[in-house]
């Protein structure tokens, strides 16, 4: 299915153009929004926009210029952006103010709606460009407060990042004072219609600071798994909680640092450095949900890969460094390319750096510089605690005394609508958040706690109401905005270590490779001591035993630095041994990415040295753990109905890989799926299925265990194994036979998973046309959950991809122009630009686009240069 087109018109329209004939010329794209727009009647909206000229001019006049000269004031000298067929450009400045002047400036031109919208989700202010369909979403983000913490975050700055900071809000704000409306993006034309009162206002150093709070919530770690264990609390025996979250298989799949090294790496010492809306939005079944579909979804298969591999196992010599991290599937990509180069690089203007990035944030979050490279992954330990707190009015206990709850005030101002006063209540362990979720109100109302590995009902409550505080490493203010510049300016794994000390929040494993040809590791962040709990249960917040007493020590974290293997692995598995000192959490990734990774880096390397494209060959591959389980499983399961009997007779001749156009695949996964609905979800007391990595192995040890209770389920009328096998089977076959009809041979993985590309404002709007203008897809991919091809999908909600690798790079050290990268979607967030999805195709296909670096290389790709000049 084509990719770099705009996706079909909905169901019940018809399509917007006919036929392709290829001796016709293309159509402009002004006639292709007019007969849309024409064609289709869709509420207020559409009628204020059928003039189709009107439309046509309106989206282009955001497209943003990419030659000839701009006046820019505030710049102080001029400065160069460069830029290839695919819109990533490269700001070239004499000065480190003119750099990331520039970047900002091109982020404005580019992202800038994106920008704003982001700054709205981070301090709780949706309701006032959406009106009150937002306020759930606003309280809840007010009551953690992020955007508070950004801002005294400001005052943590270095001098020297604190202008960096500064010049890209004064590069945002020069682009923002010659655009306006329309003219600025697309959306505002739309937003005007429903909310004309909306003005845009300037960007701050704190816009840029909230973002990282967002990312962070992304990748909370197991609050998730925490909450489910305290509902299931109230069903399930301890026995059973156990059953349903396994310890980590030490036994079968890898750690990222197997052996605590007694040989200190190099020092971590610092190199430098409106009316009422018209738009009905999706609604989702908590303000949980609702922040996550905001700032990318936490769910199935949020992580990421990431290895390195030194020069011993490579054909150059020289190490090379892959990156693909897992987050929510985004319309447009949450990551924009950006390389950055100082004129002539120098102490005063360090910068020659090039890689993946946000809107609203200056530098580069994840790539490479002329020295080293490095990537991401979740570290995946446990940050975030929820505390029982008992309260009286406005006073709770702590230690046997009543102290006073902090309580403060806050407006929200509601589009279309009247302003609403906010409560936000806080105790020592942080801000009360029963009110914001059902699952937190019902933790609160039928309370258990964890006390050192043990579930059970809170014994000596105080007297009072219980409710439910967040404990979070980000919700206090930290100096990750700080070390984004002491990484792309690090020239050595002592620099790379010292940007890792600052890399508090959220913790990350930090993979490392540079020119001379080293390879290394780091864990970063902040990682919480525990007093008498470990954080799998919420906790007694009266009892300050139960207090976090202070962070890890920096020199005590993980790290590794040329290891004997000759490469690391990180996919959000285990990172130590239980040997480690100090308790990290209880819910990694299972491991079974980072096992399959390493397999592969080993068996290839075995037979030839490897290269770029054999990482490229890793990051694509399909191996679906649990279906060569399934495969065993079956071998002696016979059904008397030949239809099912058919399908299962796939299994005999499949490799257990979720190859796009697998039939066998198709069909697993939908048996996958059926089983553990099966025994966990439909029942009187349902279990969670979410974290497939962890129903690997739950399942898996189940189908050793034929006698086990879980192969009972009454409400199904089942009460053995074999029942259950052959059930799931059977219903499974019918179910895709409804789907894809009832041949086999018709039968493709990549038919039933697909990727809906889904902006997160007006691409959910529930106005087809929007809908339709903003959104892209669906495409086929294979993979899936805890592949190595990561395409993440939720039981018991059908198997369109939710969760993806949002970027993929591989960076040869042995020649930076031949490194490549390929972001999800493209560089630009207007919609009908050439730039919006055009990278689609490739992403999909698993091909790397090529990235150069080199000036010479630069030079060469430029199809574009814009010249930026100081106005007066």
Known sequence: MPTNDPAPAPDDQAPATGPVVTTRPKMPLGRKIGITVFSVVAGLVVIALVAAGFVAFTVQRSFPTLDGEVTARGLHGQVSVQRDDRGIPTITADDTHDLF?????????????????????????????????????????????????????????????????????????AYLADHSGAALSFEYAILGIQNPDYTVEKWTIADSLAWLKAMAWDLRSNLLEETDRALLAQDFSQEQIDQLYPKYPFDKNPVIVPTLSTDAPPAASPTTTAATASLQWKQVGSVIEAASALVGDVGEGVGSNSWVVSGDLTASGKPLLSNDPHLGAAMPSIWVHTDLKCATVNASCPFDVAGFGFSGVPGVIIGHNAKIAWGFTNLTTDVADLYLERVQGDEYWRDGKLVPLEVWHETIKVAGGEDVDLEIRSTDNGPIISSTSDDFASIAEHPYVGTGGSVTAPAGMPE???????????????????????????????????AAAQFDVPAQNLIYADTEGNIGYQAPGKLPIRGAGDGSMPQPGWDSRYDWKGFIPFDKLPVSY?????????????VVGTDYPYFLTNDWDYGWRAARIADLIKSTSASHKLTADDMRTIQADTDFWIGKKLIIAYQDVTVDDKDVQAALDLFSMWDGHNDVGSAAAAYANVVWDELVQDLFSRREHPAPVTGQDRLFLVVDTLLGEPDSPWWTNEQLGVTSRQQMLVKAATDAYHRIAKLQGDNPERWTWGGLHTLTLTNATFGSSGIGLLEWMFNRGPVAVGGGSSVVDATGWVIGQGFDVNTVPSMRMVVDLSDLDASTWTNLTGQSGHIFHPNYNDQVDAWQHLKGLPWPFSPKAVKAAAIHTLVLIPGR
């Open 101 to 173: 002047f520039a970047q900002g400036y091109v982020h404005a031109q580019d992202r800038f709606f994106e920008m704003d919208f982001r700054r709205h989700v981070t301090a709780g202010r949706l309701s006032e460009l959406f009106g009150a369909s937002q306020l759930g979403t606003d309280k809840f983000l007010r009551t953690l407060g992020w955007r508070t913490i950004a801002e005294k975050e400001v005052g943590l700055l270095s001098d020297s990042s604190r202008a960096y900071y500064q010049a890209y809000a004064d590069g945002v704000n």
């Open 464 to 498: 009072g109401d219980t409710a439910v505080a967040l404990k979070w490493t980000a919700l206090t203010p930290g100096t990750t905005a700080e070390a984004i510049f002491t990484l792309d300016v690090a020239q050595d794994f002592a620099g790379f270590r010292a």
């Open 562 to 574: 040329n290891p004997d293997a000759g490469y690391i692995v990180t996919a959000n598995n285990a």
